[in-house]
């Protein structure tokens, strides 16, 4: 139980304000509060990655800034109304990534691969053209479900290039994004439990994460491509 260390209403509070005042004169005036906020966050983020390094190995920590790039955007509002935090797994053999974002009633939780290159995912694909079997079994496990729901993530509206679009794995194949992501209300991320909460979900993702570090780094022979 990590009750020590938790996410307090204040957070929300100022976000909320935020998004009402989303405008640089009204940021600057209250930027020592914001201050405060974001260095509790990044205690909590920096607390939560050294948990998760008890059940994985994690090499880098990212915590998004709170200033948007606005230049491709229609929206021009300066500031992002919300904390995030990404988590890079350490070594070659180790893929996938972890996300979590705290945001007043749109708080979550990601895992799985966002954008994957052209060789991977090529990869990925004729894994399960070959062989789907043992990634449903991961995904479509009850108690993984239980957490993690179902697999999200842009998809083709027919099949990819080369393949098959009458394959039985095509819902699969169709996939350029292989992602989970797992919800919370206000009142979750408030709780005393919450960074366990969250330790403990991105702990069960494991399985899927080893199934998917297997084929990033084997050939269709299943032999390995790393030292």
């Known amino acids: 139980?990590?009750?020590?260390?938790?996410?307090?209403?204040?957070?929300?509070?100022?976000?909320?304000?935020?998004?009402?005042?989303?405008?640089?004169?009204?940021?600057?005036?209250?930027?020592?509060?914001?201050?405060?906020?974001e260095a509790q966050m990044k205690t909590f983020f920096?607390?939560?990655?050294?948990?998760?390094?008890k059940h994985d190995q994690l090499e880098k920590m990212k915590m998004f800034r709170i200033y948007r790039d606005v230049r491709f955007s229609k929206d021009k509002t300066p500031y992002k109304t919300h904390f995030?935090?990404?988590?890079?797994?350490?070594?070659?053999?180790?893929?996938?990534?972890?996300?979590?974002?705290?945001?007043?009633g749109e708080s979550f939780m990601a895992a799985g691969f966002w954008d994957p290159n052209k060789e991977d995912l090529f990869r990925i694909r004729k894994e399960l053209e070959m062989d789907a079997e043992p990634m449903r079994s991961i995904i479509n496990d009850?108690?993984?479900?239980?957490?993690?729901?179902?697999?999200?993530?842009?998809?083709?509206?027919?099949?990819?290039?080369?393949?098959?679009?009458e394959d039985p794995n095509?819902?699969?194949?169709?996939?350029?994004?292989?992602?989970?992501?797992?919800?919370?209300g206000d009142e979750e991320v408030l709780s005393e439990d919450f960074l366990e909460t969250?330790?403990?979900?991105?702990?069960?993702?494991?399985?899927?994460?080893?199934?998917?570090?297997?084929?990033?780094t084997t050939n269709l022979n299943g032999e390995s491509l790393i030292d």
């Not at 020590?4 to 509070?13: A, L, M, P, R």
């Not at 108690?143 to 679009?165: I, N, R």
């Open 198 to 216: 969250v330790n403990t979900s991105f702990k069960a993702i494991r399985p899927y994460f080893d199934f998917m570090g297997m084929v990033l």
């Open 142 to 165: 009850k108690d993984f479900k239980a957490v993690w729901g179902t697999m999200e993530g842009e998809t083709l509206k027919t099949a990819p290039k080369g393949f098959d679009k």
């Open 170 to 184: 095509i819902d699969l194949i169709r996939h350029k994004q292989f992602i989970f992501t797992r919800h919370f």
């Open 84 to 104: 995030a935090v990404s988590f890079a797994r350490a070594g070659a053999s180790r893929r996938g990534g972890y996300y979590l974002c705290i945001r007043p």
């Open 46 to 53: 920096g607390r939560l990655m050294e948990v998760m390094n």
């Open 1 to 37: 139980m990590e009750s020590d260390i938790k996410i307090t209403k204040e957070v929300f509070q100022f976000f909320k304000k935020l998004a009402q005042n989303n405008n640089r004169e009204w940021f600057t005036e209250h930027k020592a509060v914001f201050k405060i906020h």
